[in-house]
């Protein structure tokens, strides 16, 4: 909730007057508690999970033809029935465990000064703290993720996440709950680091799983605008991870790749062998 009564105060306060946009956020706000405005994160994720992968399991489920030149295991077939499984089973664990977590997460939102207050970001704040919280984000996904491939970490955990060898959209956050809780922390320490305005904390959020369900499309599209942001991974090299599945030690990286490089866990995916056979564990 914003400190001003009036838009007059506000403008007062800032020294100049609102811009369309910071407009727009007084009057969104004036009577909205900053508890409110962080918890709509759940309205964002569920909106996510549900409509960013549809669009390309439409066009595999009615037009596999159409799509089958850019799918990275062409002879992986799901049935609806899987796509569906998968879908229900992300939403049991976005309402057991990531919904509930959203809700009693703020005061350390608060803690470490995550704001709704005017002015808003700029463009060129909003892309520098991005920045940053995809490269923390990354970093630390990286050697949690290499961890849940050791022995204990993958039999207990991360297989659960493997059942799809090969990736679709769908199953970007399928996976069992003690990774959901743990793949989450490296996702608030960038915007604890660098705090910022809830607007670029909500952005994040939605990037972030964005970019991770476009990593597990399962589809090598060429007109991929990502294709064009260096050391991305994308699609092809996450899915050569799926395909290795547990005995993988390569390709760890869940957004740039280099944390593989430096560390020597990089590799090239090369024709990605067909499976005559779907998901398993």
Not at 2 to 23: K, S
């Amino acid at each position: 909730m914003l400190p001003y009564a009036t838009a007059a105060e506000a403008e007062a306060a800032l020294g100049r007057p609102m811009t369309p946009a910071e407009a727009l956020w007084f009057r969104y706000t004036a009577g909205v508690s900053d508890y409110h405005l962080y918890c709509c994160n759940i309205l964002f994720l569920f909106v996510v999970f549900t409509v960013a992968p549809l669009p390309i399991a439409l066009l595999e489920l009615r037009a596999p033809a159409a799509v089958s030149p850019y799918k990275l295991q062409p002879r992986v077939r799901l049935s609806r029935a899987e796509f569906v499984r998968c879908y229900k089973d992300v939403l049991r664990i976005f309402f057991l465990v990531i919904g509930p977590l959203q809700l009693v997460s703020y005061p350390a939102v608060k803690f470490v000064g995550i704001h709704t207050k005017l002015p808003l970001p700029s463009l060129a704040e909003l892309a520098a703290q991005l920045l940053v919280y995809f490269l923390v984000e990354d970093y630390l996904n990286y050697w949690i993720h290499r961890f849940l491939h050791g022995e204990w970490g993958y039999q207990n955990i991360h297989r659960v996440h493997h059942e799809f060898t090969a990736p679709i959209g769908f199953a970007a956050p399928y996976a069992h709950w003690a990774e959901v809780l743990i793949l989450g922390i490296p996702s608030f320490v960038g915007p604890a680091i660098v705090p910022g305005h809830m607007i670029t904390f909500w952005l994040w959020i939605i990037l972030r799983q964005v970019e991770a369900i476009e990593t597990h499309s399962g589809f090598d599209f060429p007109f991929t605008p990502t294709k064009y942001i260096p050391f991305y991974g994308g699609a092809e090299y996450h899915d050569y991870h799926h395909y290795v599945g547990g005995q993988s030690q390569s390709n760890f990286a869940s957004v740039f790749t280099y944390c593989d490089y430096l560390y020597g866990t990089d590799k090239i995916p090369q024709n990605i062998p067909s499976k005559a056979e779907g998901s398993g564990a």
